[in-house]
């Protein structure tokens, strides 16, 4: 019960909504998420680590970056299609119409400034 616990409470923010949202449809770094949806970086860095601790997100590092995105492969199939009915369920709303609009141009912003 407690992992569940720890999945709906990761997934009852609506900022984290919106990362998951993005996250399911690439992989992205901070900074890529930050032009997408304008939180700060550190913020970014906290709700990326709450979905993380709850099992949501698989991260890699490459070089100086750390990439994230839906750890589909290890979610339970309970889960992964209460997240997948979560996600097309609030494409509907204006900032998750706005995230994904923006997303489409985020090969423009390849890695984050090592400054």
Known sequence: MEKFLK???ALGDTQRLR???ILAETELCVCQIQSV???TAATISQHLSILSNAGLLKSRKEQKWVFYSIDWENLS???KQFLLYTIE???EDKHIKADLAKLKNIENIQFCSPN
Do not use: A
């Open 7 to 9: 999945i709906f409470k």
């Open 19 to 21: 990362i998951v949202s």
């Open 37 to 39: 949806i304008g939180f």
């Open 77 to 79: 199939e309970p889960i």
């Open 89 to 91: 369920q609030i494409k």
